[in-house]
């Protein structure tokens, strides 16, 4: 999960923005989180691999933690080019808020690259961030994708480490192209 | 470019084959690399980025740097979803040769990560690799693609750094998937 603290990196085009709570009454079907996990007054969490989200309603989630803001057409292109895309819902009723996303381009074949991993704030420190990774992963799996990479934050590469990600494999090293 | 030497990573399925140089006579429109570069013998080295190859001579060149093997229906499936392909060829008359290639996963939008960086071993050296990173590059800038990311083996990542790559940006890691 990539955090306000150290987003220096990623924030190119930060433009801060006034936050909104949505919540959508779309009639939903998706996969629930471990009960044990979470469940606490009448609202469930779930997962779903639709790509046909509200994009503001992603980028206000972006925005709750300090990420900068995107242009939506183009964060639109990128949900549509994703190879698999990942959200978590706190779900109650027949309404649902988005408080939890993370992408992954892929050649559909061996490698899939995992991108903007996001925990709504509220939702973090409960072991949500750990359960939607693992609801990714799962799914990559059984799209016979062997090689899953990402570039993380050094301050969550213990919690990737925790979920079976290693670092530098071989001295394999990540690297960033810079317009010189 | 990845060889022989620190394939251990990433050859999981390797399975030596015989080396059979190909060619084939297509007609063909590329890009014409820098006549300073390479031009010798009536031979000239172009490049393009068509998709629609032949996948035995694909593996064929990534035998002759002593790569794994891979499942040539998953090679095809790879082309396929790769957002762009780059192929170097070695052309004389009607014929030509594929001498190197590269290729790269993306969401069309705001990351690319490359794969598959191989260069002929009969052309490396002579700043052919080079060139057809270059030649990449700038592809995916015109694709407006601000975010172009790689994994490179140990000895490769002053190659990449001569290129513009930097290594761990503000201590952002690259990071591989384990199954435990």
């Keep these: 999960m990539i955090e306000p603290k150290s987003m220096g990196f990623w924030k190119k085009l930060f433009s801060p923005s006034k936050t909104k709570r949505r919540s959508q009454a779309i009639p939903f079907q998706g996969e629930l989180v471990d009960q044990n996990i979470y469940c606490a007054q009448g609202k469930q969490i779930l997962f779903s691999t639709e790509r046909e989200i509200d994009v503001y309603e992603l ?61 709504d704030p509220l939702y973090q420190k409960k072991g949500l961030g750990r359960a939607m990774m693992q609801f990714m992963i799962k799914k990559l799996r059984k799209e016979d994708i062997s090689n899953i ?31 010189s």
Excluded: Q
């Excluded at 706190?90 to 991993?117: C, M």
């Design 149 to 179: 990479t990402l570039f993380a934050d050094p301050h969550v590469i213990n919690f990737y480490e925790n979920l079976g990600f290693i670092l530098d494999p071989e001295g394999i090293k990540g690297m960033f192209f810079y317009d």
């Design 59 to 119: 980028e206000e989630l972006c925005d709750r933690v300090g990420w900068a803001r995107r242009p939506v057409h183009k964060v639109r292109k990128a949900l549509k080019f994703s190879f698999l895309v990942v959200c978590m819902w706190e779900v109650w009723g027949s309404r649902r808020r988005l408080v939890g996303f993370a992408r992954a381009t892929s050649d559909h074949a061996f490698n899939a690259t995992i991108w903007d991993v996001v925990v």
